[in-house]
């Protein structure tokens, strides 16, 4: 009899201290259901937004008007943004806002269009439509078709990591050149003052086709 309750003792023991690790296991399995459906639902809003932007886009070459890609937006398409290697695309929108990065990469209101004098600089969040850079490699080519329906098309020259506020952007250079920036680490989950620089310049323009 007096084993019996020992055992039962033990047991119910090893029961009370397996509920903490337990309720811990569960917790941290409900977090990470959490943010992997954020992450998600973060994706999932940057490519519904690409669809819509497309279209967009595609109206704004077609009528030579700023076209916004729904009702309340305060941005519309600027250009179309393509590694050709890389077989990748996006819609850049204007201006760099905060609301701008989520749905796309943004043109820097203070630099030149693409194909002007100068430096044309777009940025995009590293792990949505910016995250192709890390691929990118020196000589290839980044084709920026405008919503005029020109199309310019540049050749990286290097690529460089630096802090935000050191980076070597000179938007007034003489001839046409571009320059794509985001975050870096790419891994990182957190933000940082690092940013991920890639630059190129122009070889080839072509005409609007509309």
């Not at 609301?99 to 002007?116: D, I, K, V």
């Not at 430096?119 to 084709?143: P, Q, S």
């Not at 571009?178 to 122009?202: K, M, N, Q, S």
Request: proline letters at 4%; glycine letters at 8%.
């Amino acid at each position: 009899m007096n084993i019996a309750i020992t055992r039962k003792a033990k047991l119910m023991e090893r029961a009370i201290l397996r509920s903490p690790l337990t309720l811990l296991s569960i917790g941290v399995m409900v977090c990470g259901l959490v943010l992997f459906g954020q992450g998600l639902r973060i994706y999932a809003k940057a490519y519904a937004a690409q669809i819509l932007l497309e279209r967009a886009f595609s109206q704004s070459i077609t009528t030579g008007e700023n076209v916004k890609p729904w009702s309340w937006a305060d941005t519309w398409p600027v250009a179309r943004i393509e590694a050709p290697r890389l077989q990748t695309s996006a819609i850049a929108l204007s201006g760099a806002s905060g609301q701008s990065l989520a749905f796309g990469p943004g043109h820097l209101q203070n630099t030149p269009q693409a194909g002007e004098t100068g430096t044309a600089v777009y940025a995009a969040h590293r792990d949505t439509h910016f995250a192709f850079l890390k691929n990118i490699e020196k000589g290839d080519l980044i084709r920026i078709t405008r919503n005029d329906g020109r199309t310019y098309v540049y050749r990286t020259t290097h690529m460089t990591i630096t802090r935000w506020d050191e980076a070597q952007i000179d938007i007034h250079a003489s001839g046409a050149h571009l320059v794509l920036a985001t975050c870096y680490p790419f891994d990182a989950i957190t933000a940082g003052p690092l940013r991920y620089l890639v630059y190129a310049d122009i070889v080839e323009e072509t005409a609007a086709h509309k």
